[in-house]
């Protein structure tokens, strides 16, 4: 069975991602971010012997849950990132309630959201940003590619990446959300909120020690520490550091009047459901 960290882009998904690396992978807490066993789906090679052609996207949609049925057939439980909406497409599902364990809901302020893209992707404007974020027809990937993790996903727009995850469907139960910008002000308390879940939903048990360091070790300058002294090999190319602002990337400080005005009309009702109007 996978729990899920979901989250849209460029919204704390690898800190996340980092801390229960921290915890669940490792004996002493500690941190590499060039050695991460919690893994990302899809990946080409768990489509082996499925499809010849998962970088066509009606491949992907076709055979994404069937992927995720092999997977399971080991009665493991399995961490997944993922930046893939909770799309249904037909009869076909990104998941289910047989393929889902619980699922950890990363959002973040799209005013940050497409701040972070901009960089990431080296764009030179915020309008190209702002296209990204409001792209309801928006699939990431690369067709051909070398990378495993480099497979059709569909991300769709902010809102409605935000709108799939937290509808659920009959996934409801297994559901925790949290936000990055608690992430920031209370760690400590988030980061617990988020072992407390993975502790009722299966037979993992985390001691406080180890919950303190492995928050501890993953605080966003020591990552970005080892980012500038050896790189980070999911960083895209030709793109600014991938640990760049942190906390440093403040809409209220960094966004033109425009692109703020647009994107609180564009996402208001969903902005509102999260606390950030």
Not at 132 to 149: A, Y
Request: proline fraction near 2%; aromatic fraction near 12%; include cysteine.
């Amino acid at each position: 069975m996978i729990i899920w960290l979901a989250s849209y882009p460029k919204s704390g998904n690898t800190w996340v991602r980092l801390f229960l690396n921290s915890l669940v992978f490792t004996s002493d807490t500690s941190v590499n971010i060039n050695d991460i066993k919690l893994g990302q789906f899809p990946a080409r090679k768990y489509f082996n012997e499925i499809t010849n052609n998962v970088d066509d996207v009606k491949e992907f949609i076709q055979n994404c849950n069937y992927a995720q049925s092999k997977l399971n057939l080991d009665n493991k439980i399995k961490f997944f990132k993922t930046h893939n909406g909770l799309w249904k497409l037909g009869q076909h599902r990104f998941t289910d309630n047989e393929n889902t364990l619980g699922i950890i809901h990363i959002v973040r302020d799209p005013r940050n959201v497409v701040t972070s893209i901009k960089n990431h992707y080296n764009y030179q404007t915020y309008e190209e940003a702002l296209d990204f974020i409001k792209d309801e027809n928006k699939i990431l990937g690369k067709i051909g590619s070398k990378k495993e993790e480099d497979l059709p996903t569909i991300v769709s727009s902010w809102k409605l990446h935000y709108k799939s995850w937290k509808n659920l469907g009959g996934l409801k139960s297994k559901y925790v959300l949290i936000k990055y910008e608690d992430l920031i002000k209370d760690p400590v308390r988030e980061f617990t909120k988020i072992t407390s879940f993975i502790e009722k939903i299966s037979e993992f048990k985390f001691n406080e020690k180890n919950i303190l360091k492995a928050i501890e070790n993953t605080r966003f300058d020591n990552l970005k520490k080892q980012e500038e002294l050896n790189g980070f090999k999911e960083s895209p190319k030709n793109s600014i550091k991938f640990f760049y602002l942190g906390a440093k990337n403040d809409w209220q400080n960094i966004l033109d009047k425009k692109t703020k005005d647009d994107i609180e009309i564009s996402f208001k009702n969903e902005m509102q459901d999260l606390g950030y109007l």
